[in-house]
């Protein structure tokens, strides 16, 4: 299935208290539901899970400079970038990233009429992110 079906959304706890923690969520759309490619994410060239509408997951890193990248899945195979974002992760911070897929412009090939998408992964505040993140359902990393 293209979208999450893990359990709700439930704050996590890090063991160690001098690492960041990043929720990393996926916002609920009709758009893209049906496509049976799912965007792959990364943390720090890491692949993560594939990221499914409607789910979230986190990661806990150390402090420094880390990246998170969701790259284009084409037949299951990493493809290009949808979206990165780079976090100077302080000790005991939380950050809230979003990815978010929607309708872009209609364009015609000939007798075929395709819908581009627009893709973003871009922070969010905590109130925003909490708000957000509510709503969604967590994604193990084997899913």
């Known amino acids: 299935a293209c979208t999450a079906s893990g359990p709700a959304f ?13 929720y990393i969520y996926r916002s609920s ?4 539901s049906a496509n049976p490619e799912i965007p ?9 899970l594939p990221l499914k509408i409607g789910g979230d997951t986190w990661a ?5 400079t880390h990246k998170i990248l969701v790259r284009h899945s084409i037949l299951g195979v990493p493809a290009f970038s949808l979206g990165e974002v780079s976090i100077s992760a302080e000790p005991g911070a939380i950050y809230y990233l979003k990815f978010s897929q929607q309708a872009g412009d209609i364009v015609s090939y000939g007798t075929q009429v395709i819908v581009t998408a627009n893709s973003k992964l871009r922070p969010v505040d905590e109130t925003t992110g909490l708000s957000e ?3 969604t359902k967590y994604l193990p990393s084997d899913q």
Do not use: H, W
Request: glycine content about 2%; charged content about 25%.
């Open 133 to 135: 993140i509510m709503k």
């Open 40 to 48: 792959i994410l990364y943390v720090d060239d890491k692949r993560l």
């Open 60 to 64: 806990s890193v150390e402090p420094g």
């Open 29 to 32: 759309t009709l758009f893209y």
């Open 10 to 22: 439930t704050p996590v706890q890090l063991e160690n208290p001098k690492n960041a923690l990043i």
